[in-house]
């Protein structure tokens, strides 16, 4: 009971002593000047004046806040209409959106898929979902400006890229560049091989003819290969028995129709030869295509570059429409004319590979590889230079000089004059 009683009248005491501090203040305040007074007033009053201001536009502010969050509730509930097809119809429109199969899309860049997964999640989860996106891939590092971290990065992307293809068949395109490490890996082309027996399509360009043995084995489903080797000529001094002593690289490509190489001066490589429709040899020594020329009975296509034939090539009567496209050297000039071509319909050809100094002499030549051949032409392509002594001849245009090739050989339904195309 005491000690409530000492509690109230200290209570008392703190209030008596407050209640004088807020006398003194307005004491104080009435000493103030009379301008600062004044000022005081006017400010109470803009207080009061702005505070009935705010209460006046309260209701205003809540009607548009209801506005406002109605507006959002529509958009929150908005499909657009792309984003409300079905996946499957969604799937279709994205594999416009690249090229189509075997050409691989760029891995980066606005033209790769990889952007559709970026848009939003409903496009992200359905173009990780799109086998049919994934299957072609190139990758190529050319420039030594190339960082190592976009180097070290290129073999996962190749994993990540080809892991999200299922199991559709591949079309891959490999450039070595200066890929190679240190210890001389090749840590992008080790994972492209991981895939080999799902390669279709294929375009390998090696550094040197060691490596061939990094892609070398069975490729069940391969339907066309482009194969270099940057560094793949042997020296001028290689002899046949050196060649035969060489062990070959032998490949398991049962679906293999078409097949290109380029940069082997030996023969170093085994494929189907009998099986296949098209194949395009460069700078191979004649011990190397000879026997491959006798194999390929099935050819419809065969070009030749870079070849220095010492006796006549006959392509086999069997041969069902080939197409012979000549690239200029002064050895395909001899080249023509060493090729029986019995079954030849389509042959694309320069004009200089046929011999003589005039026109009248070069279509000679032409009539006798014909005659020489036994073929039945259908389809003719003289490719002529752009400013070459034939153009300066009378009547020398474009046209005027396939006019005369008709006349020439009027037998031949399809005949065309024009002028390179470099690639």
């Given at each position: ?42 400010s ?37 209409p ?6 499957e ?27 559709l ?37 290129a ?17 891959v ?5 200066n ?9 992008l ?5 991981q895939?080999?027996?799902r ?26 290969l ?7 000529q042997t ?56 026997p ?5 009975t ?8 870079n070849?220095i034939?010492?006796l006549?090539?006959?392509l ?13 050297t002064?050895a ?54 752009e400013g ?36």
């Open positions: 009971m005491e000690q409530d009683r000492a509690s109230l009248a200290e209570s008392n005491a703190q209030i008596l002593h407050l209640e004088s501090r807020l006398a003194a203040l307005a004491l104080s305040a009435d000493n103030l000047p009379l301008h600062e007074q004044r000022h005081l007033t006017q109470s009053s803009g207080v009061t004046d702005i505070s009935s201001h705010i209460h006046d536009l309260d209701p205003q502010i809540s009607a548009t806040r209801t506005a406002r969050n109605l507006i959002q509730q529509r958009l929150d509930e908005y499909k657009y792309v984003l409300s097809l079905p996946n119809t969604v799937a279709e429109i994205f594999l416009h959106f690249i090229p189509p199969y075997p050409d691989p899309p760029p891995t980066m860049g606005l033209e790769s898929p990889v952007v997964t970026l848009i939003c999640r409903q496009w992200r989860e359905t173009a990780l979902t799109t086998p049919a996106l994934w299957p072609a891939i190139e990758l190529t590092y050319f420039e030594d400006h190339e960082t190592a971290r976009a180097k070290a990065l073999p996962y992307i190749a994993q990540l890229w080809l892991g999200r293809s299922g199991s559709l068949p591949l079309s395109h490999y450039s070595y560049g890929e190679a490490s240190e210890d001389g890996d090749y840590p082309l080790s994972t492209l091989v895939y080999r027996s390669w279709e399509h294929a375009g390998i360009l090696l550094p040197n003819i060691p490596q061939i043995n990094a892609i070398h084995g069975p490729m069940p489903l391969l339907r066309t482009s194969f270099i080797v940057a560094n793949g020296t001028t001094t290689d002899t046949d028995s050196n060649l035969e002593t060489t062990p070959p690289f032998v490949f398991e490509t049962p679906a293999l129709s078409s097949l290109s190489i380029m940069g082997f001066h030996t023969l170093i490589v085994v494929f189907p030869w009998s099986q296949l429709t098209s194949l395009s040899l460069d700078r191979m020594r004649f011990p190397a295509y000879m491959i020329l006798r194999q390929a099935r050819l419809v296509q065969l070009t030749l570059r070849m034939p010492p006549e090539i006959l086999p009567s069997s041969s069902s429409s080939p197409e012979l496209d000549l690239d200029y002064e395909a000039m001899l080249l023509f004319f060493y090729l029986i071509t019995p079954a030849l319909v389509s042959l694309d050809l320069r004009e200089s590979f046929l011999h003589g100094e005039t026109e009248e002499e070069r279509i000679d030549a032409m009539k006798v590889f014909i005659y020489r051949s036994g073929c039945a032409l259908q389809q003719l392509r003289v490719v002529v230079e070459d002594a034939e153009t300066a001849e009378p009547g020398g245009s474009l046209k005027a000089k396939a006019a005369r090739y008709k006349e020439a050989f009027p037998t031949i339904p399809d005949i065309e004059v024009d002028v390179p195309e470099y690639l």
